[in-house]
């Protein structure tokens, strides 16, 4: 994305960001559609924190703080990468504070390719292990490595990255974290409880990636390593981003076979909004993701702006448990 469009994102952002102070009201918090909701999870991506310009650090909490209030409370904010611009201590920084000012809950956060290719001042292990550091400093859970998991309510969290050493936007997963993403699956599969695996990078062939960002993908053999694993396994969602894919619905999947939320091979694939900057194929501006509500027999993800606080409810997905 040149520097042009990034400016052009940040000013949005600032624009948004003072909406809610424009309103007469600030909202009393959002709810669960439905009762028995066994756990709600309010999903973004690609927040692009810059200590250049912290008007995306008043954005981020504002949504922070619309998750905060939210009359079900929401058991985590999970965060699929580029959690900044460029992956410099300062901005990485940021984010934490960010975080720590405006919620106080769990957390699952994934790297993306601006918080580890993209770092000027660091070697891509460097950047790993400083985010790392940072990451167990915040929630105390004492992970060894930029790939982890975790359980929330009882449901299991997988987050995958980058271990490359020398690459600007493209993942590499070695024998080792592909093994880890198996044995966890493994572990965590009793043929009825979801699973959640969260990684910046789409895989080849979902989303339409092809016309929405033709190398905006999860390069091969690693696409096709990672889609064998999750294929084995039942009532798996892989979370991801990086595409800066708008909210979408039945237009852009019928014209254009672009689509944020879709099943292949029995595996759902969710693709995040961008949060902190400009979207495209969809919904244009900033602030949005979706809140994903378990239940007993299904999983339910309304789109929202938590910046403007409203719902987007013509692309709501409800996908069944088998």
Partial sequence: ????IKLISSLVAALMAAMPILSP???SGFKAKDEGVLLNASLISDTHLDVAFSPLAWFMGIGLRDMSRSQTPVDVVVVSGDLTNYGDAESIDEFFTTLDNNWDGKVVISMGNHDIGHVEDKTHEEARQYFVDKFNEHTGLGIEKSYYSTQI????FITLTDESEDSWDHPDLYEEQLNFLDSELAAAANGEDPVFVVCHWPLAGTHGEETVWDDGDMDEPYSSQVRAILEKYENVFFISGHLHLGLNGNFTRDEFGVSGIETQNG???IN???????SRYGTLLGGRGYQMEVYEDHVLFRARNYVTHNWFDLYEADIPLV
């Fill in 1 to 4: 994305m040149t520097a042009i």
């Fill in 25 to 27: 009201l600030a909202p």
């Fill in 153 to 156: 309510n009882g449901y299991k």
């Fill in 267 to 269: 595996v759902h694939y």
């Fill in 272 to 278: 995040l909004p961008s949060y902190g900057l400009l």
